[in-house]
């Protein structure tokens, strides 16, 4: 498939901007019998390219919501909406496409009578799963490999998710008598629908399966292993594809993701790979200078104070922040507080009295200079 730039979607389906719903679903219907790759086998790649371009196109603009977004921001406003960014456009379009026509406008009687139909043609992915995990912080900075539990639905292995007791087969459903789906003329239009009594299967179950009465699937607890790469914030969203419930008839199984939620740190703030702390210092150390040790992610390091530091002064202490998911480390800044004494001993008055007599500081107002936070903002941008 066609990566990188993107074609316009009202382009593909050849339709203005301010088309209608009732407009872009018929140009969809018509690009779509176009290309449908079954009815061009000897150009089947540039059709099913092309059909699902449109698809893809006919997904968003019949979607108010998504329309609306693609409108105002373009390809660019879709990118990181919902789930997964792009993923409602691989292997399911087809079935969806089905959903959305085959029934309303007997779409597949159109292509050639219900060929594609019958037994397990009515696939449908298995549904995603969600999961909340909170990590410490120190967890989500070195990486680590854990254990969860999940509760889903599987396949019954008794019946391989039939229903059906082993052993007593299948009988061909009554009511559709095995195509799967009911046919009534409307107008113009042959109106298709799918069995009510076999969902389209076109056979029913001759014997429930004792272990999961019928049902085909049963609720299991899975151990699953996780594995969390270092530098992961909170927000961030881990898939596991394929770990979610199963689908039916054939079609795959959903995906289980994983949302994570990382704790605050008792000294660290963060921002995305970058950290900061604050540090407190003598007036002593602040005037004459010093070495101090400070607190990074893997113990102690030296950060040499100059003479003359100022509180509200901010040291950078490069990459010695988070690592980045992406690669590379953020930094760690320092900012040093200059703690002036609330309570003085009686020789310390005399110093300070002393110290006062020698270091005169004129008590104009000073010109307006940015605040702290202003100062970090401007670092972490
Ligand atoms: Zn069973
Ligand atoms: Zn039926």
Redesign the pocket.
Known sequence: MATGTKRDYYEILGVAREASAEQIKSAYRKAALQWHPDRNPEKKEEAEHKFREASEAYSVLSDPQKRAIYDRLGHAGLGNRGFDPGSGFNATIFEEFQDIFGDLFGFEEVLGGGRRRGRGQRGQRGADLRYDMSLSFEDAAAGVNTKIRVTRLE????????????GSGMATCKTCGGRGQMSYSQGFFSITRTCPACQGVGQVIRE???????????ERERTLEVGIPAGVDSGTRLRMTGQGEPGTNGGTAGDLYIFLEVKEHSIFERRGADLLCTIPISVAQASLGDTIKIPTLKGEEDLEIPEGTQSGQIFRKKGKGLPNPHGGRGDLYVNIHVVIPSKVSKEQRRLLEQLGQSMRVENKPEERSSSFFDKVKDIFG
């Open positions: 396949n019954c292995e008794s019946c391989k998710g039939t229903g059906a007791k082993p429930a399966c004792a272990t999961c009465r019928g049902q085909g699937r049963i």
